[in-house]
């Protein structure tokens, strides 16, 4: 008799929108994307979303075992289902969830869903992600099931469309952390922190990934000319953090609160109004996340912001605005702890810059060393039950 009893989130995005350009339609075009199981299990289901979409799309999609990444074995191909049916047509921000799929799983192993968009799809609904366990291919015409996809018709992508989750019906003792946060949390650190709980022998908790690049805590761009840059924190965190089996949640956000604001004469759309004070950026971090993240019942870490030191809009005010938000997070007692990001990647004798390793180059997103030196300071408590 299964003990799988429980629904836990393996694998899961934020939805966003795309950069807004005069070309973003795509036509009959296949997504296909391995996702790495962090749990043994029966069954899963799919989470799908238009949230940011201006046009109905029509999604249908199919899972498969994975051979070499980039292709599936097309005999274990099965249709996902929604109320029966092996297409779903989705509405301009609606949300939908497939029926159950009876799948076995096991802890490790990729299995692919891989989604065809037939006709012309208008492709708003995204989000650009990156990591060592982070994988998407798209060819164009219908090969859903398709043992490999043709090579002169197939590109790499790292934009997921569409798909935020994915849950597993598992074990009762496995459990979700929520990584949140910017473009920072978009790419590598929490697939390296996934990777550093396996070596551990952490095999209960999932890392899910809900970043979006540009989002503010407080402030947010109604213009296209910065769409991409999502919704400020009060109308993103209640529903990212509706994941399954999530009970703790790690916030890294507030950079672009920090470093985007300008002046109109510089740029219309980032008044100096938009700059917050430290004690602004806390009030609006507890009022948005910690409150409801308790009302859920979630323990909230939060993770200090890493040095900006040569990025382009740097200055010392800003140094000093940072310094004072993170010496908010690392002795505040609203949070359960604090991940020292900051101190981690640092310079010691420069700690307003990176250590050269741990700095991609533009100064403010990390090296791949850099991320993975992220991962390993958190306290690893969180992937603890």
């Given at each position: 008799?299964?003990?799988?009893?429980?629904?836990?989130?393996?694998?899961?995005?934020?939805?966003?929108?795309?950069?807004?350009?005069?070309?973003?339609?795509?036509?009959?075009?296949?997504?296909?994307?391995?996702?790495?199981?962090?749990?043994?299990?029966?069954?899963?289901?799919?989470?799908?979303?238009?949230?940011?979409?201006?046009?109905?799309?029509t999604i249908r999609a199919s899972l498969a075992r994975t051979v070499d990444l980039e292709g599936i074995d097309p005999d274990t191909a099965v249709p996902i289902l929604f109320s029966g049916?092996?297409?779903?047509?989705?509405?301009?921000?609606?949300?939908?969830?497939?029926?159950?799929?009876?799948?076995?799983?096991?802890?490790?192993?990729?299995?692919?869903?891989?989604?065809?968009?037939?006709?012309?799809?208008?492709?708003?609904t995204g989000v650009?992600?990156?990591?060592?366990?982070?994988?998407?291919?798209?060819?164009?015409?219908?090969?859903?099931?398709?043992a490999e996809l043709p090579l002169d018709l197939t590109r790499r992508t790292g934009w997921f469309h569409f798909l935020e989750t994915i849950d597993v019906l598992t074990e009762e003792k496995n459990r979700a952390l929520i990584c949140y946060g910017d473009s920072i949390t978009a790419q590598d650190w929490p697939d390296y922190l996934a990777i550093r709980a396996d070596e551990l022998g952490y095999h209960d908790v999932s890392i899910i990934r809900r970043a979006i690049s540009g989002t503010r805590i407080l402030r947010e761009y109604s213009s296209i000319t910065y769409a991409a840059y999502g919704w400020k924190g009060e109308h993103r965190f209640e529903r990212e953090m509706k994941t399954a089996g999530a009970d703790t949640v790690l916030i890294q956000h507030g950079i672009n609160d920090i470093i985007h604001p300008v002046g109109v004469e510089s740029n219309p759309f980032r008044p100096w109004s938009d700059l917050p004070t430290a004690a602004e950026m806390a009030e609006g971090y507890d009022e948005i996340y910690i409150r409801h993240a308790r009302?859920?019942?979630?323990?909230?870490?939060?993770?200090?912001?890493?040095?900006?030191?040569?990025?382009?809009?740097?200055?010392?005010?800003?140094?000093?605005?940072?310094?004072?938000?993170?010496?908010?997070?690392?002795t505040t007692d609203l949070l359960d702890g604090c991940a020292d990001f900051?101190?981690?990647?640092?310079?010691?004798?420069?700690?307003?810059?990176?250590?050269?390793?741990?700095?991609?180059g533009d100064h403010l997103h990390p090296s791949k060393k850099g991320y993975a030196r992220m991962a390993e300071a958190v306290p690893v408590e969180l992937l603890k039950k």
């Open positions: 008799m299964s003990n799988y009893s429980k629904w836990v989130a393996c694998w899961g995005n934020a939805m966003s929108i795309r950069e807004q350009t005069e070309v973003r339609y795509a036509k009959d075009l296949t997504l296909r994307y391995p996702v790495r199981m962090c749990f043994d299990g029966c069954a899963l289901r799919f989470h799908f979303s238009n949230l940011r979409g201006t046009e109905s799309v049916n092996d297409r779903i047509v989705l509405e301009p921000g609606q949300d939908a969830c497939s029926d159950e799929t009876a799948f076995d799983v096991k802890r490790g192993e990729y299995i692919t869903v891989s989604i065809f968009l037939e006709g012309y799809t208008d492709m708003n650009l992600i990156t990591g060592p366990l982070t994988h998407g291919w798209y060819s164009y015409g219908n090969h859903m099931t398709d009302e859920i019942g979630y323990k909230v870490y939060g993770g200090t912001l890493i040095p900006i030191h040569g990025w382009r809009t740097y200055a010392p005010f800003r140094e000093e605005l940072k310094n004072d938000f993170n010496d908010w997070l690392r900051d101190k981690a990647v640092r310079d010691p004798q420069k700690p307003e810059a990176f250590l050269p390793v741990y700095d991609s």
